[in-house]
Nanobody, 126 residues
């Protein structure tokens, strides 16, 4: 089954940094909306950041603005999430997701995304 491949999770202390990576090669459409979601037990999966490959426009959840940066390497089919000034409330399983490019203009919810990674755990200790 085609799936995105994530890497880069781990454990850091409050205020630390991590970078997540996602290989989106399995998704065959070149014009994409690539996103990161996160989820904690008992809660819905929430959108963190997304970026559209054509216009390279991005947007973020209010809770991560100014701390997280989403970026892409189109030639390598990679999307990244640089997370700085991490907080304990950022602790979650982070998922990479991809959809057609226009999805980046839609409501930022999981159901519009067509392919997902397996998830990578990020733990921030206080």
């Amino acid at each position: 089954q085609d799936q995105l491949v994530e890497s880069g999770g781990g454990s850091v202390q409050n205020g630390g940094s991590l970078t997540l990576s996602c290989d989106t090669t399995s998704y065959k459409n070149n014009y994409r909306c690539m996103a990161w979601f996160r989820q904690t037990p008992g809660k819905d999966r929430e959108g963190v950041a997304r970026i559209e490959t054509y216009k390279q426009e991005s947007d973020y959840a209010d809770s991560v603005k100014g701390r997280f940066t989403i970026s892409q390497d189109i030639a390598k089919n990679m999307v990244y999430l640089q997370m700085n000034r991490l907080r304990p409330e950022d602790t979650a399983t982070y998922y990479c997701a991809v959809a057609q490019w226009f999805t980046c203009s839609a409501l930022f919810v999981p159901k519009w995304f067509q392919m997902w990674g397996q998830g990578t755990q990020v733990t921030v200790s206080s």
